[in-house]
C-alpha cells in the first residue's frame, strides 16, 4: 500500500472511531441516566437499549472493513507524527480486545450486567444476598467466558485480559508486588497511628441532622472552586458515588446522610477530580482513542489527589472548617478546624470501603482484588462471597460485618460486570501520593493556595503532567514522566508517616 492510501487509511480509521466514541459517550449517558433518574420500570428497556448500543460499537470495531484499514495504516509507520501513532496503537489495542470477544457474548454481557445491577439495587437495600446471587453467578459466568476468550486471543492470564481493559499495561504480577510492600508495612503502620491517635483528643462529633440542601450547596460551592464548570456538568444523587457521562458533558453522582456531611462532600470532591481529569484531556484529539483518560490507575490517582492529598491538608480544611460552621449554623468547640481536621483523619477499622481512611483503604482493596482473582479463576463461586468475604475482613482488618449490605454487596463493581477494576484505587492511590509531591515541588506555594480554597496550583500541574497527556503514555509512564519515579510504595508509606505520625 503506498503511503498515500496508508494515509487514508489512518484518516478514515480517525472517522471511524470518532463515531464509536459517540456511541460510547451515549452508553455513558444512557447509564448516568439508570443510576440517577430511570423509573424502576424503564429497567427492561434501558437493559435492550445498552445492549444493542453495546452490539452496535462491536460490529463497527470487528467488521473485516476496521481490519483491513489497520492493516493499511500500519504500513504509514514511522511517517506519522507522535500522537498520530500513539492514536494509531491504541486502535490497534482496542481492535484486539473487541476481536477477542463474541458479537454474541457482547449482547449477551450488556443485558446482564444491566440486569444484575438493577436487582443489586433492591438486594443491597433489603440485605438480601439470596436474591442476588443467581444474577451475580450468571454474570460471573458470562464474565469468565469473556475473560477465556481474550485471554487466549492476547495471550494472557484470564485476569490479566480483564485489568488489562481497564488498566493498559498492567498485570497481575505489577500488583502483587506492590501489594506485597504496602502489606509488609501497612498493618504495623496501622497500629502505631492508632496508638498515636488514642493519645491525643477525641474527634468531637458535630451536632446535626445536617440538611441535604445545605450540604449540596456546600459541595456545588467545592465543585466551583476546583474549577467544575457547571455549563457541561451537573451534581446528581445515585446509590453508590460516580462520575459519567463524557468530558463536555459530565456526570457526578454522590449519595447523602442527614446525619453526617462528612462522606458526601469528600465523594464530591473525589468525583470533582474524576471529572476534571475528563475534561482536562487534549481538546485537539476528542473522540479518538489517543484522547482518552489512560486508565483507571491514573483516573482514580487524579480523584485521590484531591479528595485525600488536597483537601485532607491542614491549610484546606482551615478554610472549609468555617464555612461549614456557618453553613449548618454549628456551634462550640466540635467546628473548630482541628477538630473537623481529626474527623477527617481518624484512623480506625470500618466496614465500608467508601468510608474507609486512607491508611485502611488499601486492606480493603487488596481483600476484593483476591476475592475477584479467586472468582476469575474459578476458585470462588457467588454462593460462597458472603463468607470468603467476611473471612477476608477479619483477617485484614480484624472486623466482621453483621450483615451482607455492609459486607460483600456494598460496591456495585461485581454486580455491574466490573471484574479487574478495584486494584486500581488503591495503585490511584500510590501514584497520587508520587503526584502530589511533585506538584508541591514545582507549585511551592500550593498549600498556601489551598488554605484560600485555590485548588488553580493543583490542576495546573496535573492539566500539563497527567490531563493533557491523553493516552500517548503509558500510565506508569506517565507517572515516572510527572514524578522521576516509577509507580512505588515509598511515597505513599512517606506521606502516611508525615501527615499521621509527624515524621
Known sequence: MTSRNST??????????????????????????????????GAEARAEQQAVLSLIAHETLTAPETGE???GAAEAGDGLAEWDRANLREMQRIHAHATATPADLVTRLSRQKSQTEMIWRKARAANDYEGLAPALDKL????????????????????????????PGRRAADIDRLFAELEGFLPGL??????HQAKGEPALVPEGPFPISLQEKIGRDIMDRMGFDFAHGRLDVSHHPFTGGVPDDSRITTR???????ESLMAVIHETGHSLYERGLPRDWRGQPVGRARGMTIHESQSLLYEMQAARTEAFIAFLAPRLKAAFGGEGPAWAPDNILRHYRRVRP??????????????????RYRLERAMISGDL???????????GMEKLLGIRPADDAQGCMQDIHWPSGSFGYFPTYTLGALAAAQLFAAAKDVEPALEEALGEGDFAPLTRFVREKVHGQGSRL???GIIEEATGQPLGTAAFRRHIEARYLGK
Open 474 to 476: 503509558t500510565p506508569d
Open 8 to 41: 487514508a487509511a489512518y484518516e478514515a480509521l480517525k472517522d471511524r472511531f470518532a463515531r464509536l466514541s459517540a456511541l460510547g459517550g451515549a452508553q455513558a449517558v444512557l447509564h448516568w441516566d439508570r443510576a440517577t433518574m430511570m423509573p424502576e420500570g
Open 381 to 391: 463461586g457467588a454462593a460462597d462471597l458472603p463468607a470468603a468475604w467476611n473471612e
Open 256 to 262: 447523602y446522610d442527614e446525619r453526617d456531611f462528612t
Open 140 to 167: 460471573l459466568a458470562l464474565t469468565c467466558e469473556q475473560a477465556a476468550a481474550k485471554a487466549d486471543a492476547l495471550g494472557l492470564d484470564p485476569y490479566d485480559a480483564l485489568l488489562d481493559s481497564y488498566d
Open 350 to 367: 470500618s466496614l465500608i470501603r467508601v468510608q474507609a481512611d486512607e491508611v485502611t483503604y488499601p486492606l480493603h482493596v487488596m481483600l
Open 190 to 195: 496501622l497500629q502505631e497511628v492508632m496508638a
Open 69 to 71: 484499514l489497520l492493516s
